[in-house]
């Protein structure tokens, strides 16, 4: 009997972060995510990093994520690009050029991406800033994804030659904040954390 059941103070487990981080995400109304996503994009435009970038990769949101498309309208001249799903045989995504519409394509996890071939490729190195999408993240800037890896292996040049590539910044409800996570090995930190609420600077 003692064993039976885990200790309900126990630290929860990835599976049952993700879960429950995504549980709270989607139970957001439509107004409360209208407005989380203003405050976010305003404190945003707001940062020397995005003032000063670019190229800036961005993200379609999807089960309850924080929405970073109103920073298209902020800044008009500056160019923004989605993540597509690596080719068969690859590992890494790439960022293809958006100019904020509708786009038909859904890829196979169901979020819409431009057409290889009609929108310009940026390389994940050449763009100066990332928004990243996360489940749940910490306040020293680790992240906890979908599970896929996908953006941990894009960038995980920036191990190699610290200091270079895009300045990666995590972006989310302020809900989704949790005291630690888990570092991995393989875990590339963010450098900034931004909610609704509140920038985490990171390092
Ligand atoms: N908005 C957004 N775009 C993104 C990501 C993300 O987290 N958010 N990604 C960050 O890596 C990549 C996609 N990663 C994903 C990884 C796993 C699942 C997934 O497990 N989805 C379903 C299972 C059903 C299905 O995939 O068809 C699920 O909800 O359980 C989805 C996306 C690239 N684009
Ligand atoms: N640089 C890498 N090289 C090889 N495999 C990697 C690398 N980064 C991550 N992975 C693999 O990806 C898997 C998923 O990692 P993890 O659970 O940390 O993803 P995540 O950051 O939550 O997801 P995502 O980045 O897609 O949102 C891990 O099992 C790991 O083996």
Not at 44 to 54: F, G, I, N, V
Not at 145 to 164: I, N, S
Request: some cysteine.
């Amino acid at each position: 009997m003692r064993h039976s059941h885990p200790m309900p103070d126990q630290p929860l487990t990835k599976f049952q972060l993700r879960r429950q981080m995504r549980t709270a995400r989607r139970a957001l109304s439509p107004y409360q995510q209208r407005l989380a996503s203003r405050r976010l994009c305003a404190r945003l435009a707001l940062t020397p990093a995005l003032k000063r970038a670019r190229h800036i990769g961005i993200y379609w949101p999807m089960d309850g994520e924080i929405d970073p498309r109103l920073l298209l309208k902020r800044f008009p001249h500056k160019q923004f690009y989605l993540p597509v799903l690596p080719r068969p045989s690859r590992s890494t995504m790439s960022f293809l050029h958006w100019h904020g519409g509708q786009l038909p394509y859904r890829n196979r996890h169901g979020i819409p991406e431009p057409l290889a071939g009609r929108s310009q490729l940026c390389a994940p190195d050449r763009l100066d800033v990332v928004l990243l999408p996360l489940v749940a993240f910490d306040p020293s800037g680790a992240r906890l994804g979908m599970g896929a890896g996908y953006y941990d292996r894009t960038f995980a040049f920036k191990r190699l030659r610290p200091g270079t590539g895009p300045q990666l910044i995590g972006i989310a409800h302020q809900l989704q904040c949790v005291a630690s996570l888990p570092a991995e090995s393989w875990d590339i930190p963010l450098s900034l954390v931004a909610t609704d609420q509140r920038l985490y600077q990171c390092r």
